[in-house]
């Protein structure tokens, strides 16, 4: 059975720096494309970052330059590194995961989805 926990949400002030983490299991997690979507309330989820099995990354544009997607595949764990955050950043974030860097860039029929973690920036 396959599961995505991510960790590392909570609460930070404007500016603040904050590093989620995506831990992987029951998949051959070298072989996904994965990535972190966000969604705010009464928004759609949207693309954060997308990093394939190459290392090539892809970034949503209201977060290119502030945040970093990185992964160890021999912890099978993905990471989001998130610096100057702001208050628009607050959001549910989710790991995701794809055998298609393109269909996961696409939210096109995602093949797992962790369960999500709470980031709350304030101003």
């Known amino acids: 059975q396959v599961q995505l926990v991510e960790s590392g949400g909570g609460l930070v002030q404007a500016g603040g720096s904050l590093r989620l983490s995506c831990k992987a299991s029951?998949?051959?997690?070298?072989?996904?494309?994965m990535g972190w979507y966000r969604q705010a309330p009464g928004k759609q989820r949207e693309l954060v970052a997308v990093?394939?099995?190459?290392?090539?990354?892809n970034y949503g544009d209201s977060v290119l330059g502030r945040f970093t997607i990185s992964r160890d595949n021999a912890k099978n764990t993905v990471y989001l590194q998130m610096n100057s955050l702001k208050p628009e950043d607050t959001a549910v974030y989710y790991c995701?995961?794809?055998?298609?860097?393109?269909?996961?860039?696409?939210?096109?029929?995602?093949?797992?989805w962790g369960k999500g973690t709470l980031v709350t920036v304030s101003s």
């Open positions: 995701a995961a794809d055998r298609s860097n393109l269909d996961l860039r696409a939210n096109n029929g995602v093949d797992y």
């Open positions: 029951g998949m051959f997690f070298r072989i996904y494309a």
């Open positions: 990093i394939t099995t190459g290392g090539s990354t």
